[in-house]
């Protein structure tokens, strides 16, 4: 939920539609200093542009050791660019009984890429966030939510076969004893969780024919296919 960018000239930026100058001017100066700090591999400076504000002590060493791994891997940056939030972007995440949101609300995305970097590995993205004018690596702050049953551990879905980028996805799932609810844009996806209390996928497409899959830690617990129009719905067993 974090990672970001830099830049010397104007020409090296593809920014937000609807910035204004003055937005532009700032934008280019802190992809500047981004790319200053990555160049020098200086920490200092690095930490000068995350915005900290809320976060514990503990949080800032987490998040700027974090942006260290991403950004001083003795690469050359390549370019820097600007672009909106995507439709989905999650600004709150519960994992390990735990709350985590940024210490201001992003306003897009970042992206940094490095010279040698094949099919895109390695390069990064991350939100920003503008505060008082001032462009800023959008920081994390975490709450602890009490929750005292097992660990979370690596939930996820896939869709595979003939129309899976065409379906409708919704998703309910547990994490932390915390229930969480989201319409999916992709057909396929891990992250941290207790279960899925149910996941319903719907085909408006008459030549559908793929197999949905839920795993828990890595072993599959769910499989079941859909062939034309129709919809598939798994629910937790009590």
């Not at 400076?45 to 809320?54: N, Q, R, S, T, V």
Request: hydrophobic share 35%.
């Amino acid at each position: 939920m974090i990672k970001h960018l830099l830049a010397i000239t104007l020409s090296l930026f593809a920014f937000t539609s609807g910035a204004t100058a003055a937005e532009d001017a700032d934008s280019e100066k802190f992809a500047i200093a981004l790319r200053t700090a990555i160049t020098e591999k200086d920490d200092q400076k690095l930490e000068a542009l995350i915005y900290h504000e809320g976060a514990s002590p503990e949080d800032k060493q987490r998040m700027t050791a974090m942006l260290q791994r991403l950004y001083f891997n003795g690469k050359e940056v390549d370019a820097i660019s600007f672009e909106p939030l995507p439709t989905d972007f999650e600004s709150v995440l519960i994992v390990q009984g735990r709350k985590i949101e940024p210490t201001s609300p992003p306003k897009g995305m970042v992206n940094v890429t490095f010279k040698g970097a094949v099919n895109g590995q390695g390069n990064s993205s991350g939100a920003y966030a503008v505060v008082d004018g001032k462009f800023y690596l959008v920081g994390m702050k975490s709450t602890d939510l009490g929750w005292k049953g097992p660990p979370d551990k690596n939930i996820g879905f896939s869709v595979v076969g003939q129309g899976a980028s065409e379906l409708q996805i919704h998703g309910v799932w547990n994490a932390s004893g915390v229930e969480l609810k989201k319409e999916f844009k992709t057909s396929g996806i891990t992250f941290w969780g207790q279960h899925f209390e149910e996941l319903n996928v719907k085909s408006v497409n008459d030549d559908c024919d793929v197999t949905i899959s839920i795993t828990e830690d890595g072993k599959e617990i769910y499989s079941e296919p859909l062939k034309g129009k129709g919809s598939v719905q798994y629910k937790k067993k009590s």
